[in-house]
């Protein structure tokens, strides 16, 4: 097979769910925030998925795809379980009530990006 197809397989694969992310994140503007750091992050995501096609290696182009799809899904789900984590042990060492409980909290970019899909 082709590397430079492989490649660009993984990385079509890699894009697709951000363009879902992109689409969910502007569904709700009052959570989540737009920045560069989208643009830089697919950008990052997209050159993973095609690394990944290539050192995996996908015997055929569809597994090149799959695998390019799995990526920006498998480095998020590791990401927001480790931030979820860390929040729960700041919270445990903080107590007492937040000033606006009611009020919809607006995502951080960072969870903004993660919590797109």
């Given amino acids: 097979m082709n590397s430079e197809v492989v490649f660009s397989l993984g990385m079509v694969g ?4 951000e363009i879902v992310r992109l689409y969910s994140i502007r569904e709700d503007p009052t959570r989540f925030a737009w920045s560069w750091f989208y643009l830089i992050a697919s950008v990052a995501f997209g050159g993973l998925g095609g ?5 995996m290696p996908a015997t055929t182009y569809w597994g ?13 789900s590791m990401t927001r379980k480790g931030r979820q984590l860390t929040r729960s042990e700041m919270r445990s060492s903080h107590s007492g009530p937040s000033p606006h409980p009611s009020a919809p909290k607006r995502y951080a970019l960072v969870d903004s990006y993660l919590n797109g899909l």
């Fill in 14 to 17: 890699a894009l697709a769910p």
């Fill in 64 to 76: 090149a795809l799959y695998i390019g799809v799995s990526t920006p899904v498998l480095i998020n």
């Fill in 51 to 55: 690394l990944l096609a290539l050192v």
